[in-house]
Structure formats: structure tokens, C-alpha cells
């Protein structure tokens, strides 16, 4: 191959690409015996609520947020919503306390472990979001509450959450963006790294 | 369809709703549960045997 197309940005970029995550260790045939336990599960459950956070959301805005207050099917789509949104949290605080528990931030996962946190603390503003943009009066005790609280931070200065476009433009666009990011940062990174061995195995296998 | 509203008349969801208050900690009822909940379903993961865990250690 010639100098020039090696020093492309496109050869470049992928052999760096492949050189660190090669196919067989993005998405690998086998992992460790000890991958064999439930709380290896609470990580994928949380993808898979995601999931179906993003989907019934996605339904919830080709409608419009007049539809769930008067139709069947919305309020169906909007529950199927919430709950998708229960069980994400649930079995991510799950998957939280599990990788507490094994400091799974071990052997150079600290970027692993961080960019959990950050997603868990952007989960939880998309929640509160979401909470604020429901057109009920639930939202409006919600957001007549919370002013007072965020005001006296400063941060209301640039977020009003009495001002309901905005919130509706967070918690459907640039939350959600930064919080699928966040996830895919992650998982790319557990795949980098391995799954962290137990605190008991000196041989280093799966290091 | 019947049979799932007799069990949504089990809990009222009338009138006020039902807080645990404890020196500085005060929460709602339902959320006691669901924290309660998650504590058992991680205890459950810790300790109930993954399917093919033991047919895996063998073919090691
Ligand atoms: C949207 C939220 C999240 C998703 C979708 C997610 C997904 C995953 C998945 C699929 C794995 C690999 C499988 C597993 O071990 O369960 C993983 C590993 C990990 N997660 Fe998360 N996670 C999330 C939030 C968090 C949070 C809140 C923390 C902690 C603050 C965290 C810390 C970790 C760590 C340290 C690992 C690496 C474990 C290892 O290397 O063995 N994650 N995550």
C-alpha cells in the first residue's frame, strides 16, 4: 500500500479502530465462567428497557402531547412509557450496586465505571423531564415545586421549568441524544476493557 | 379484564397517600416497596444458580 493511503484519515482511523476491538472481541463467542450469574443480566435488562423507553417515546411524538390525555391507545403507548422508564431505573440501580459491589472500576475500568454515573445522573434529568413536560396537573405541582429549588441554584437563569417547549425539547431531544451516547460510550468500553475478573482470581485470566 | 380491576381495588388510591417518616428520612409507601423490591431481586441475582453455570464448569 502507498505511503499516501496509509496516511489517510480513513485507513487511519480504522486500523485503529480494528487494532483495539477487533469483531471477535466487540461481540465475542464466549465470556469468563464467572459471567454465568444474574447479575450479569442487569446491565443488558437496562438496554432492553431503553429500548422500549425510546420506542414508545418515539410513538408518543409522532402524536403529539394532546393524544395520551384522550385517547386509549396513548394512554396505553404513555403507560407502556412509564413503565419502560420504571424497570430501566430498577434494574440499573441493580446493575449499579452489583458493579459496586465487585469495584468493577478495577484493572483501568475508571472510564467504565464514570461514564455510568454520568448516564445515571443524565437518566434522572431526562426523568425529571419528562415528569415536567406531561401537561397534567402532576406536572404543573411537579414544576411549580421544582422552580424554587433550581432558581436558587442560578440554573434558572437558562433553565425554566416552567417553560414547558423547553422542557418537552430536553427530555425528547438532547437528553435522550446524550443519554444514548453515553450507553454506547459505555458498552464499547466494557467490550475494550473485558469483563473485570473477581477479586479472587491472582492467575489474571481475562485481564 | 375483571378480575385485574378487583386487584387495582385492593389499594385505595384515594384521599391522601401513605409516607414512612423516620427522624430525617421521609418517603412514600410505594416507594418503600419498589427500593424493597429492588434489594430482594438483587439478593435473588447473587444467589439463585445461573441456567448452565454447572454444565459449563464441567466442560472446563
Ligand atoms: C443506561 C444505563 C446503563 C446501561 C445501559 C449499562 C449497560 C452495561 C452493560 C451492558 C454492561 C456489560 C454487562 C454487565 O456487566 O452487566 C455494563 C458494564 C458495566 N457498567 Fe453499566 N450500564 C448502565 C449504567 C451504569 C451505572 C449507573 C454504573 C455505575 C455507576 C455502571 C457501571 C458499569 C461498570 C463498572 C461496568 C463494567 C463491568 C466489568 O467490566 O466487568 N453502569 N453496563
Redesign the interface.
Known amino acids: 500500500m502507498s505511503t499516501t493511503i496509509e496516511r489517510q484519515w480513513t485507513t487511519r482511523l480504522r486500523k485503529r479502530a480494528t487494532g483495539k476491538l477487533p469483531p471477535e472481541k466487540a461481540l465475542p463467542d464466549t465470556q469468563p465462567a464467572y459471567v454465568a450469574s444474574w447479575i450479569y443480566v442487569f446491565g443488558v435488562a437496562t438496554i432492553a428497557s431503553f429500548v422500549m423507553v425510546i420506542l414508545s417515546g418515539f410513538i408518543l411524538a409522532l402524536r403529539g402531547p394532546q393524544w395520551w390525555h384522550v385517547s386509549s391507545v396513548g394512554h396505553f403507548v404513555n403507560s407502556l412509557h412509564l413503565w419502560s422508564v420504571e424497570i430501566l431505573f430498577f434494574s440499573m440501580v441493580i446493575h449499579l450496586w452489583g458493579k459496586f459491589f465487585m469495584a468493577a472500576w478495577r484493572g483501568g475500568r475508571t472510564m467504565t465505571w464514570m461514564t455510568g454515573v454520568v448516564t445515571f445522573l443524565v437518566s434522572i434529568a431526562t426523568a425529571f423531564t419528562g415528569y415536567a413536560s406531561q401537561t397534567n396537573f402532576d406536572s404543573q405541582w411537579i414544576t411549580t415545586q421544582a422552580k424554587d429549588g433550581i432558581n436558587a441554584t442560578g440554573a434558572g437563569s437558562f433553565f425554566n421549568v416552567l417553560n414547558l417547549g423547553q422542557m418537552l425539547m430536553w427530555h425528547i431531544v438532547l437528553l435522550p441524544l446524550v443519554a444514548v451516547l453515553l450507553t454506547a460510550v459505555h458498552v464499547v468500553l466494557v467490550r475494550l476493557k473485558g469483563v473485570v475478573p473477581p477479586f479472587d482470581d491472582k492467575t489474571g485470566a481475562a485481564k | 379484564m375483571a378480575f385485574l380491576w378487583s386487584l387495582a381495588s385492593l389499594i385505595s388510591l384515594e384521599g391522601k397517600g401513605h409516607y414512612i417518616h423516620w427522624h430525617f428520612i421521609y418517603l412514600s409507601v410505594a416507594n418503600f416497596i419498589?427500593i424493597l423490591?429492588?434489594v430482594l431481586?438483587?439478593l435473588?441475582?447473587?444467589f439463585?444458580p445461573?441456567p448452565?453455570?454447572a454444565s459449563?464448569?464441567e466442560s472446563?
Open positions: 419498589v423490591l429492588m431481586v438483587f435473588a441475582a447473587l439463585v445461573f448452565g453455570r459449563r464448569k472446563k
